[in-house]
């Protein structure tokens, strides 16, 4: 099947639907509404908080009125957007396409009140960040002050955040969910453009119930840790152990959460950022074995798609993080 949708002048959505490779049957025409928009809007929560109970938090609405939105847009197409039921949450084959043509919608919409604002020498819109887990910790990653900064502006901005790993975030950079993110990235996408930020140190980490726990500093050596049960986290590409050639991890995970919960198990060692086991080192719940050879320097970059150039809110909370940076 094919879909495309296309926004005119005159506020109009053309959705037409046809079999590939034969003649597209005539389009509908469809005139938004302002309860139009509404449900639209309310169909992307549904979809991106993976369900109804989640969009009801998102959008802080009860359940009921979410179903009569879906339901209303559903009347309005003409077809059905997504199962839901005990099997749990699922868009249909034309959900997903309809998914993907609003997201275009809702970002030509976003884009046109932010040049709106422009016009007005004043910033509007909507600034969507992108920031890997775990960082808040970091003193050396100044968001706060950026936001600081931020907001010491008149503008009428409303941010929306979303933490997550390094290959969720460079999805949602390509598939233009998001305007900017910062992260620990280890690919390098054409379309993207990276810009060095800081360096986050990563320590390798041992709990208290660990048998490295009680060794003396001068015994810490690639050597000593070598045969030691490592937990690595999957979107660092093994570059955590890239400097012991032959070690091989015990455990992948998702992220260093998951990766901090092994290492107190007493069961594992591995690296976290020396900020997010701070709290840990100084309760004696973990130790550091750090050592020249083995600490680590993980790069942080803030990553911006190629291509589309940046609205003023963007190019503006971009220096603000920059100043906060000191970079």
């Not at 495309?4 to 469809?30: E, F, P, S, Y």
């Given at each position: 099947?094919?879909?495309?949708?296309?926004?005119?002048?005159?506020g109009?959505?053309?959705?037409?639907l046809?079999?590939?490779?034969k003649?597209?049957?005539?389009g509908v025409?469809?005139?938004?509404?302002?309860?139009?928009l509404?449900?639209?809007?309310v169909?992307?929560?549904v979809?991106?908080?993976?369900?109804?109970?989640?969009?009801?938090?998102?959008l802080?609405?009860?359940?009921?009125a979410v179903s009569?939105h879906?339901?209303?847009?559903?009347?309005?197409?003409?077809?059905?957007?997504?199962q839901?039921?005990?099997?749990?949450?699922?868009?249909t084959?034309?959900?997903?396409?309809?998914?993907d043509?609003?997201?275009?919608?809702?970002?030509?919409v976003?884009?046109?009140?932010t040049?709106?604002?422009?016009?007005?020498?004043?910033?509007?819109g909507?600034?969507?960040?992108?920031?890997?887990?775990?960082?808040?910790?970091?003193?050396?990653f100044?968001?706060?002050e950026?936001?600081e900064?931020f907001?010491l502006?008149d503008?009428?901005?409303?941010?929306?955040?979303?933490?997550?790993?390094?290959?969720?975030?460079?999805?949602?950079?390509?598939n233009?969910?998001?305007h900017?993110?910062v992260?620990?990235?280890?690919?390098?996408?054409?379309?993207l453009?990276?810009r060095k930020?800081?360096d986050?140190?990563?320590t390798?980490?041992?709990?208290?119930h660990?048998?490295?726990?009680t060794?003396d500093?001068?015994?810490?050596?690639?050597?000593?840790?070598?045969?030691?049960?490592?937990?690595?986290r999957?979107?660092?590409?093994?570059?955590?152990?890239?400097?012991?050639?032959?070690?091989?991890?015990c455990?992948?995970v998702s992220?260093?959460?998951?990766?901090?919960?092994?290492i107190?198990?007493?069961?594992?060692?591995?690296?976290l950022?020396?900020?997010?086991?701070?709290?840990?080192?100084?309760?004696g719940?973990?130790?550091p074995?750090?050592?020249?050879?083995?600490?680590?320097?993980?790069?942080?970059?803030?990553v911006?798609?190629?291509?589309?150039?940046?609205s003023?809110?963007?190019e503006?909370?971009?220096a603000d993080?920059c100043?906060a940076?000191?970079?």
């Amino acid at each position: 099947m094919r879909f495309w949708n296309a926004l005119n002048a005159g506020g109009m959505l053309h959705i037409r639907l046809g079999a590939a490779g034969k003649n597209v049957q005539k389009g509908v025409t469809m005139r938004f509404s302002d309860m139009d928009l509404k449900s639209i809007r309310v169909f992307r929560a549904v979809v991106d908080n993976h369900g109804f109970a989640g969009a009801q938090i998102a959008l802080n609405i009860s359940q009921p009125a979410v179903s009569a939105h879906i339901k209303a847009l559903e009347e309005r197409l003409g077809f059905t957007l997504c199962q839901r039921g005990k099997s749990g949450f699922q868009l249909t084959e034309k959900g997903e396409r309809v998914y993907d043509s609003i997201k275009t919608l809702l970002h030509a919409v976003e884009h046109c009140e932010t040049a709106i604002g422009e016009l007005r020498h004043h910033l509007t819109g909507v600034l969507r960040l992108g920031l890997a887990a775990n960082t808040i910790t970091d003193r050396n990653f100044s968001i706060r002050e950026a936001m600081e900064r931020f907001n010491l502006r008149d503008h009428d901005v409303s941010p929306n955040i979303l933490i997550g790993t390094p290959d969720l975030l460079e999805k949602e950079l390509l598939n233009g969910s998001l305007h900017l993110a910062v992260g620990n990235f280890t690919s390098n996408f054409d379309v993207l453009r990276y810009r060095k930020l800081y360096d986050e140190k990563n320590t390798i980490y041992c709990s208290a119930h660990s048998p490295l726990f009680t060794i003396d500093d001068a015994e810490i050596s690639p050597t000593k840790v070598r045969n030691g049960n490592f937990v690595t986290r999957a979107y660092l590409n093994q570059i955590e152990l890239s400097h012991l050639p032959g070690t091989r991890p015990c455990a992948v995970v998702s992220n260093m959460e998951a990766q901090a919960i092994l290492i107190l198990s007493g069961n594992y060692i591995g690296y976290l950022a020396d900020h997010y086991a701070a709290g840990w080192v100084e309760t004696g719940e973990l130790r550091p074995l750090s050592h020249p050879e083995l600490d680590r320097l993980i790069p942080f970059h803030l990553v911006t798609r190629k291509g589309m150039p940046p609205s003023q809110v963007v190019e503006v909370f971009i220096a603000d993080l920059c100043a906060a940076m000191r970079v």
